[in-house]
Structures are given as C-alpha cells and as structure tokens.
C-alpha cells in the first residue's frame, strides 16, 4: 500500500520513512500494483518480506484463475502433470490430482494465518528485532521442538519405496493433531499441505502430491509444529532404498548437508556473528565438492514462524547482528552437487536445482544459552535416518552409526538421551 501525505508518495521499504522515488518492484508492475520505493538499497533490505506480498497475491490468482491443464489424466489412476510445458531441470514431475486440504480440529489453537493465509505479525516485525525468549518461553520452545521432533521421527520411520509424499502429508498431520497441535505450514502464505517433502532436485518447499518414491530416492521432510503458541521446525534428508545408499553422490550430498549443519551449530554462542556460520558452511561444502544454496537462509523461529534474525548459509554474506542467550533460531543449510542457482516451479513453491542436480539439506532450531547453544530437535538414540559412509570411500570420516554423537568438536548433547 503506497502512504501519501500532503501529496507526497512514500517509501513503501521497512521502517523507512523517506520520500519515494520512480523505482518500482517489478513484480508488482507484472500484476499491475503500484509499490514505490526510495532507492534500489530500500528495495534489496527490504525484499525479504516485501516479497511475501507476491506469494500472498500469486495464489490468490491461481485460487480464482487455476492453471489449465493440457496433459491427459491417467486413465487407470487419474493422475496428471499440471504443468506439462514446464521446461523442468530434473527427471521429477509433480503428480496430481492433490488431495483434499486436511482440517485441523477447531479445538487446536491455530496460528493468524490458518484462515486467511496472511501472517501479519512477520509482516509487522522489525528485521532487525530479535526476540529473546524468557525462562517460561524457552520451555515453550523445548517443548515444541520435542514434538516437532517425534512428528519427524514418525513420517521418517514410514519412508520406502511405494509409498506417496501425499501419504507422508497424511501421517504428519494425524501425528500433529494427536498432540493437539497445528502442521505449521498448513496455509502459511496459502501452502496447501501440512509438510514440505522435497525429492532428489527439490531443494526446499516440496508439495506433498501422488508420486510414488522408488528405490534410489533422496527425500528431505520438513516439518514444524504450532503448539502453546509457539513454533518448532526441523528437517531431515533420508534415504530411500537400498539404491539410495548405494548411490556414492547421493550419500556424498547427504552426508555433507548433514555435515555442514554441525559445523555451523559449533560456532553457536554469545557474541557468534550471524555472518560465521555461512563461511563455515560454505568451507565444508567446498571440500567435498559441493555447493550452497543462496536463495533460503536459516531464520528466528518463536511465536512466529519466520523472523529476525537472518542466517545465511553462503560465505561472504552481509548479515548483521550477534547471538545472544534466550535467541531462538534455525540452521538448514541446502547443499547441491551441481551448481548453487535455483529455480521455482509454476506452483510458487517448489524449489529445484537449476541444473537438476541432486540436493540434501539439515536442520534444527537451536537456543542460545548463555555458555553456547541448546539443540531444541536433537535427535535421539531411536530416531531414523542418521549418518552413512560413502560407498566405496575406505575409512571414510563419517559415522555408519545414527545414533552417535556429532563427531564436530564444540556440539554436545546434539543427541537426547
């Protein structure tokens, strides 16, 4: 919305309060909404939640206008490609029809943007305001993050070949209502699933569809629980089949998002800059070959789903701001064997590598403490999944054994015993 004052156009930028120039969003101009800005600085620090504005309209669009579907339906399972001209970069395709949106009982406390898909309080926070959580707070977080993490555990206990990305939509959000709790992203910005499941080329942001995951698969599941009005988010990269873990460079890109995840929880504590974690990343992401995703950053989680701080996964980045204790926030490093540009399908969500290489990615939501950092969705001794070797890489230095402790140096208590 443009604010004007005794004929003066200002600067839709965050917190900015100068006059606004001829520069518009493009974005904006495609749909024609006018959006004016003071400067192309205003218009870059800004662009983090401006662009959510995008997302919000785009699906609206596609609420009223669906996209017309020119691939014939299956006749023996009625399953089609929505979008049959794509060029896609990979082999995958997406498989619909989806199913219906799944409800979530009214006696669950659901978050703002449940009904209407608009999260106003990450619209209005300040990206510079970094909440620090109280005592009664942070056992709301841990609380959370249990679950969050026994939800994970579930969805990855039934991952083989056969079994759709919609089913694993469907046992994430029976196991989120159990615990009386809201699927996170159910909704946020119109997403139409409870969880983000994201195969082989898929970085992040995966819809839940009728695939059916084949042995050789990589699926990375994310999931994040609303519950006493805070969020916990987590994710892992799993391998389906025994081809998958036969697969040398779909181990090695696993292994290194894995890998990378706990380098950079090692650098955690007061006075850590938010800048570090992305050079370390990026270090280790290097050394096997690898590189970084640049789009998607880590990000504060609490009583909303996505605020300050901004963590950067890539090195040389310009984040500003120092950890302090009671900070709440997530590392989720997105490593691709190919190169680190993406692309984003016609759905507005999903992510892929722009030369369809194989990706992994890792995460946790983490609590600064005043002597260094608490994993809040730590694995534990029974989770599935865990570290690999390479195949065919001899007395490789990554753990066969999922349930040990990170072999990073500073991390402890990465697991819950």
Known sequence: MISETAGIRRCIGVECQNPAGDLQCPSCLKVGKESYFCSQDCFKKSWGEHKGLHKS?????????????????????????????????????????????????????????????????????????????????????????????????????????????????????????????????LNYYHFPKSVCTSVNEVICHGIPDQRVLVDGDIINIDVTLYHGGFHGDLNETYYVGDRALADPDAVRVTETSRECLDHAIALVKPGMLFRDPGRAIEKHAKSKSCHVVKTYCGHGVNQMFHCAPTIPHYAKNKAVGTAKPGMCFTIEPMINLGTHADKTWPDDWTSVTADGSRTAQFEHTLLVTEDGVEVLTARTQNSPGGPVRIPGVANGDTPLNGNQESTVEGIKNIEIK
Do not use: W
């Open 57 to 185: 309209k785009s699906n609206s669009f596609r609420n009223i206008f669906p996209p017309k579907v020119v691939s014939e339906p299956d006749p023996a399972t009625g399953n089609y490609n929505p979008f049959p001209t794509y060029p896609f970069t990979g082999s995958l395709r997406p498989v619909y029809p989806l199913s219906p949106k799944r409800q979530v009982p009214t006696t669950i406390p659901y978050p703002e943007y449940a009904k209407d898909g608009t999260p106003r309080s990450e619209q209005r926070a300040g990206r510079n305001t970094i909440a620090i959580l109280t005592k009664k707070e942070q056992e709301r977080m841990r609380k959370v993050c249990r679950m969050a993490r026994e939800v994970l555990d579930i969805a990855a206990g039934e991952i083989k070949p056969g079994v759709t990305t919609d089913f694993l939509d469907e046992v994430v959000h029976r196991a989120c209502v159990e615990r009386n709790s809201y699927p996170s992203p």
